[in-house]
């Protein structure tokens, strides 16, 4: 299934809960006075806020106020505006303070996610979480036959400036050369550090020559990043992948030693092949 735009996914969410809101409205209307629903609007305004954040939740806080003070106005007879008010003023409270509850808790888990899918150092995907990708894309090309491209990237003589300049000065170059590559690739693709010095492109709907002329614009942007700095350089392994019934690790595998042919030709260049 295609993936849902942000826009379609917006119209989804908030159309589910203004049918949810005007359902439960209408199950208030048609049922006994005796019958208490009110606290089921807390159901689409939880959800407005848990998927759209607290803006939308406010609005159908608003909404579902109004719709409570019609029910209670019109079904109950000892009830007087004034009283009706205090209470979707009470309703309206513990709605916002469990809205609350749930943008605590809706952090919470991005933070977590955040920590079990990226480098701490780098803040780009970590290992698994690349694989991961790289898996999903692979099932992507094989029912939509589109072009895919991985670039592993190694830098050259890193283990040379981490002894000589300590290993702080080798964290703040992983994290240059982390946002240099940011820079220097698409939006639609994706960053991950493997381990150690070594790093990865993931490139949808990119064929072998764009990889290629990608990676040797990535090994430009390095060399130019480190100007004034002690200089760092990149041995970088290009595969296009041509055979959708491949895995990660083989598409992983095979872009690791076309990187490692990079390394044995004399380093700071572009090795490319297919698979």
Do not use: C
């Not at 290993?167 to 820079?183: F, I, N, P, S």
């Amino acid at each position: 299934m295609a993936q849902l735009t942000p826009v379609r996914r917006r119209l989804i969410t908030l159309g589910g809960a203004l049918v949810l809101t005007l359902g439960i409205y209408w199950a208030n209307i048609t049922t006994p006075p005796a019958v208490k629903l009110g606290l089921f609007y807390l159901v689409p305004i939880l959800i407005a806020t848990w998927f759209e954040g607290l803006g939308w939740g406010v609005v159908f806080v608003a909404a579902s106020t109004a719709l409570r003070m019609d029910v209670e106005l019109e079904q109950q007879a000892d009830s007087s505006l004034p009283i009706s008010l205090v209470n979707q003023a009470s309703f309206a409270m513990v709605a916002g303070i469990t809205m609350f509850a749930f943008q605590h808790m809706k952090r919470t888990q991005m933070a977590l996610h955040t920590m079990a899918t990226h480098d701490p150092l780098t803040r780009v995907l970590n290992a698994r979480a690349f694989s991961q990708r790289v898996t999903q894309e692979l099932e992507r090309i094989k029912r939509y036959k589109r072009p895919l491209s991985v670039l592993y990237l190694d830098l050259d003589n890193f283990k040379t400036l981490n002894d000589t300049l300590g290993h702080q000065t080798g964290d703040a170059v992983l994290r240059l050369v982390a946002d240099a590559m940011r820079q220097a690739v698409r939006q639609a693709d994706v960053v991950g550090r493997l381990g150690g010095d070594e790093f990865a492109v993931l490139m949808p709907e990119t064929d072998g020559p764009l990889a290629d002329a990608a990676a040797t614009r990535l090994a430009t942007s390095l060399r130019n990043a480190f100007n004034s700095t002690p200089p760092v350089t990149a041995s970088i392994g290009v595969v296009s992948v041509l055979d959708a019934d491949t895995d990660s690790d083989k598409v992983l595998g095979t872009a690791d030693r076309a990187m490692y042919e990079a390394k044995r030709a004399g380093k700071d260049r572009v090795v490319k092949v297919a698979l």
